[in-house]
């Protein structure tokens, strides 16, 4: 693409949305500290700083993703869009993993027992595998492709 035309729509959504997934199974599994998973919902100082930790570290890592991807597809993205959707999905992951809303959700469309069935947690193992698979193997399997692709191309 030539640097001085404006992207397509389609690049940006497709880019912006497989960066976003990317980054969201890394920010939530990979790079989540452990401690902040237990306590980011408590209704302490302790919880609101792992909250506000867990959710700027997770904005971290989906700008990464996406910056990657900008880059391999030579889409150029102002830096004002960025900002303003990685700051709306930072405050909306907040507001979801702080956990009042969705559970209010729940209660209101009458799926709190199986929201209260999935809160005492999983099995950490089989998403950690799945998050590895999503925001590592995946990408770089992508990205090598992408390379390899157009690297003939000038």
Not at 77 to 105: C, K, M, N, S
Not at 132 to 147: C, D, E, F, K, N
Request: proline letters at 3%; glycine letters at 10%.
């Amino acid at each position: 693409m030539n640097r001085t035309t404006a992207p397509s729509r389609a690049a940006v959504l497709i880019l912006t949305w497989i960066g976003a997934t990317i980054g969201h199974d890394g920010g939530d599994y990979l790079v989540q500290r452990d401690s902040d998973a237990q306590v980011k919902q408590a209704r302490t100082r302790a919880g609101r700083t792992a909250l506000a930790v867990h959710c700027l570290t997770y904005g971290a890592t989906q700008a990464a993703a996406k910056a990657v991807l900008y880059r391999a597809a030579g889409v150029r993205v102002p830096l004002r869009a960025q900002l303003a959707g990685g700051l709306a999905e930072i405050l909306l992951h907040a507001v979801i993993d702080d956990g009042r809303l969705l559970r209010a959700y729940a209660r209101v469309v009458g799926k709190l027992p199986f929201h209260d069935l999935a809160a005492a947690g999983v099995n950490g193992r089989m998403l950690l595998d799945q998050a590895a698979h999503r925001s590592v193997q995946i990408p770089v399997g992508t990205l090598i492709t992408t390379a390899m692709a157009c690297s003939s191309r000038t």
